[in-house]
């Protein structure tokens, strides 16, 4: 799902944080802690809604999104 804007389709997520939060903006680091990550090599599952979509279009540089079974 890379490269690709996220819809708010309501499907289950797995986002898992690819590169890290230094040198990035404070922007940046907000939306990556209130998706749940911390550090790279995490992965959190969150449904699609539109406030995550928004979130995932944000940082869509520093994450790797799946879908979830």
Do not use: F, W, Y
């Not at 990556?32 to 550090?39: A, D, P």
């Not at 995490?42 to 979509?53: G, I, Q, Y």
């Amino acid at each position: 799902m890379n490269g690709k804007r996220i819809q708010a389709d309501g499907a289950n997520l797995r986002i898992k944080q690819v590169r890290s939060v230094v040198g990035q903006k404070q922007n940046m680091r907000d939306t990556l802690r209130s998706l749940g990550l911390k550090k790279p090599g995490n992965v959190v599952e969150r449904k699609a809604d539109a406030a995550t979509a928004g979130m995932i279009n944000t940082v869509s540089h520093l994450v790797e999104v799946e879908e979830a079974e």
